[in-house]
């Protein structure tokens, strides 16, 4: 196997795979409100923990959420460029 190739005998690259980036941080923002549940209801995690996890699951919902708003910003960016060609 050759380690460099010419340009006139590369493949050009596969065109990107298509995912479901919403359905992914959905999920992870519902596992976040799992976990924020669970720490606000039962004392043993909260005496523990001493606010540290109250503070991740917080900090999680968060992040997902912007994480939210970049998939939609993108989402909506590429369905513009689609239709402008």
Do not use: F
């Amino acid at each position: 196997m050759p380690l460099y190739l010419p340009p006139s005998k590369a493949k050009p690259p596969p065109p990107p795979l298509r995912t479901d980036d919403r359905r992914a941080v959905l999920v992870g923002l519902a596992a976040w409100a799992v976990l924020l549940v669970v720490a606000v209801l039962v004392p043993e995690v909260r005496r523990t923990g001493e606010g540290r996890w109250l503070g991740s699951c917080i900090a999680g919902l968060a992040l997902g959420l912007i994480g939210l708003a970049h998939v939609h910003r993108r989402q909506r960016r590429a369905q513009r460029e689609r239709t402008d060609r």
